[in-house]
């Protein structure tokens, strides 16, 4: 089995910047030939899509919401994915999720991920 766990959350004002990281443990030997993404969720919605570094190519896909404020990238040497986070803002306070999976196709479903990291929370003040 392959564990993931979030870190790099936090509070921070708006305009500013997080970064976070999911590293992967266990069953790493595979790592970087999953997909990986990171989604969000509040209490009142369900979990959203945020960006993804497929295992075909390493291209990158992302939420319209982040495009030019967000980046995923990968240390496959460490196991870990990031999500650098640009130009905060309130609306973006909610717990975030690293997940992966085998799949290459239909990267914005969470329900097609396999492993799941425990979130960590973002907090933007106005």
């Known amino acids: 089995q392959m564990q993931l766990v979030e870190s790099g959350g936090g509070l921070v004002q708006a305009g500013g910047s997080l970064r976070l990281s999911c590293a992967a443990s266990g069953r790493t030997f595979t790592f970087s030939s999953y997909t990986r993404g990171w989604f969000r969720q509040s209490p009142w919605k369900e979990r959203e899509f945020v960006a993804a570094f497929s295992r075909s190519g390493g291209t990158t896909g992302y939420a319209d919401s982040v495009k030019d404020r967000f980046t995923i990238s990968i240390d496959s040497a460490k196991n870990t994915v990031y999500l650098q986070m640009n130009s905060l803002k309130p609306e973006n306070t909610e717990v975030y999720y690293c997940?992966?999976?085998?799949?290459?196709?239909?990267?914005?479903?969470?329900?097609?991920?396999?492993?799941w990291g425990q979130g960590t929370q973002v907090t933007v003040s106005s």
């Open positions: 997940a992966a999976k085998t799949g290459v196709i239909n990267n914005k479903l969470s329900s097609l991920y396999n492993y």
